[in-house]
């Protein structure tokens, strides 16, 4: 069975410091690994994604992950928070290939602060 | 389209009373997906459509939970016999034949069921 941890339900930085959201998995076979905004009263926007290759991945905004297969990890990094940046993250992961659903993490709040 | 588009955007329904959620995805996306998100529940996944198959009905949370889509487009989540836990937002997403399983979300139907 697969799941997603996400270490951190709010998480609260400055404008211009670092953001860092911890996601884990759980997953018997490869996964797809999936990060998402949401900002208020929208849908889920797609940030990055890692399915195979190079293992770190840049995504839109500034935003990076790294798949650790080792530390079953993909955590979400930005080096400097812009106060846009606000809004809710998802982690997600998927069987590897062709269509499933996702395992979504239970979400991490970030809050920027001038 | 150029994107997901779900309708309605909101929906304020009586107990007990059906009602009908539409999503229509991206043009030449093959597969289509429901999500749904609570506040207690995170997003879960309900159902989803690919191709000519038998769509996975795995997430739905009980019988009153229907869903189809017709012509390999459009579809239709169908709740009957509406209860207040169902109040939620109703999220379609929809992919491609790439098989990178790259889902693109549409701005959801916020449902509730007074």
């Known amino acids: 069975a697969q799941s997603v941890t996400q270490l951190g339900s709010h998480v609260s930085v400055s404008e211009g410091a670092l953001v860092l959201l911890r996601c884990n998995y759980s997953?018997?076979?490869?996964?797809?690994l999936f990060w998402y905004v949401q900002y208020p009263n929208q849908g889920l926007q797609l940030l990055l994604k890692?399915?195979?290759?190079?293992?770190l991945v840049k995504g839109i905004n500034g935003f990076e992950a790294e798949f650790k297969k080792s530390e079953t990890s993909f955590h979400l990094t930005k080096p400097s928070a812009h106060m846009s940046d606000a809004a809710e993250y998802f982690c997600?992961?998927?069987?590897?290939?062709?269509?499933?659903?996702?395992?979504f993490g239970a979400g991490t709040r970030l809050a920027v602060h001038p | 389209g150029a994107g997901v588009s779900q309708s309605p955007s909101n929906k304020v329904t009586e107990k007990g009373k059906d009602v009908e959620l539409r999503c229509d995805p991206i043009?030449?996306?093959?597969?289509l997906y429901w999500y749904r998100q609570s506040l207690g529940q995170g997003l879960e996944f309900l159902i989803y459509?690919?191709?000519?198959?038998?769509?996975?009905k795995s997430g739905l949370p009980s019988d009153r939970f229907s869903a189809e889509r017709t012509g390999g487009s459009v579809s239709t989540l169908t709740i009957q016999r509406t209860q207040q836990e169902d109040s939620a937002v109703y999220l379609c997403?929809?992919?491609?034949?790439?098989?990178?399983?790259?889902?693109?979300f549409g701005a959801g139907t916020r449902l509730s069921v007074l």
């Open positions: 997953s018997s076979v490869p996964p797809y």
């Open positions: 890692y399915t195979t290759g190079a293992t």
């Open positions: 997403a929809s992919s491609d034949r790439t098989g990178k399983n790259i889902q693109y």
């Open positions: 997600a992961v998927s069987f590897s290939g062709g269509y499933n659903k996702l395992i």
């Open positions: 459509f690919q191709g000519n198959s038998a769509p996975d």
């Open positions: 043009s030449g996306h093959t597969a």
